[in-house]
């Protein structure tokens, strides 16, 4: 099961509540970390690519530093994709083959954009919101100006495409119990299918 969605629409929230049901969860974020750790290839792969500039003092990779070029630059982003995403998708395919349980969750922020990833889902859960939410929210969270967080949405994917790839919608613009309660909807209805062997049957839209 793939999860995606726009930043700041909520989908670490969302796989937060599926793992709390016991549903299994690889976050190509959290991989991403993992991969670009002081020592790690993913790291290295960056440094042969945009050399020493982009650690902090300490040598760790400045992450919000490289996030905010990479969105200012389509080239430099371009070259980002290429070193990582390869090693971010053969770590998600390690993570979720390791899985024993009716279904797991794929969090791909740039599922619509990666074509390689939809090999590894059945089909796609969208965590949906307003855009002026989503900048509500990128101000609030990152500390982003208006014009930054534009500029980041711009530079992803419509929301039309993402909505037109989805199979499932889960509307994140409520309270923590709404979300709660359309998780366990959600849920439910996965392991009915997974139960079924139909995991490709017609998608819900919640709430």
């Known amino acids: 099961m793939g999860l995606t969605g726009g930043i700041a629409s909520g989908k670490s929230q969302v796989a937060g509540e599926f793992a709390r049901l016991g549903v299994p969860v690889a976050d190509a974020d959290a991989l991403s970390h993992e991969l670009t750790a002081v020592g790690q290839p993913g790291l290295q792969a960056l440094l042969e690519t945009f050399g020493k500039g982009i650690l902090d003092p300490q040598g760790r990779l400045n992450r919000r530093h490289l996030r905010r070029q990479a969105f200012a630059d389509p ?54 919101c307003p855009e002026e939410l989503q900048l509500s929210r990128l101000m609030s969270r990152d500390g982003e100006s208006e014009s930054g967080a534009r500029a980041i949405l711009a530079s992803q994917a419509p929301r039309s495409a993402r909505l037109q790839a989805a199979s499932d919608i889960l509307l994140n613009a409520g309270d923590k119990a709404a979300l709660t309660g359309a998780v366990q909807r959600l849920h439910r209805f996965y392991l009915d299918l997974a139960a079924r062997g139909d995991l490709q049957r017609t998608g819900l839209r919640l709430p």
């Open 75 to 128: 080239a430099l982003r371009l070259k980002l994709e290429k070193a990582l995403h390869p090693l971010i998708i053969k770590a998600l395919e390690e993570r979720l083959a390791g899985f024993k349980a009716p279904y797991a969750l794929a969090v791909v922020p740039l599922l619509t954009e990666l074509p390689a990833t939809h090999a590894l889902v059945h089909r796609v859960l969208l965590v949906d």
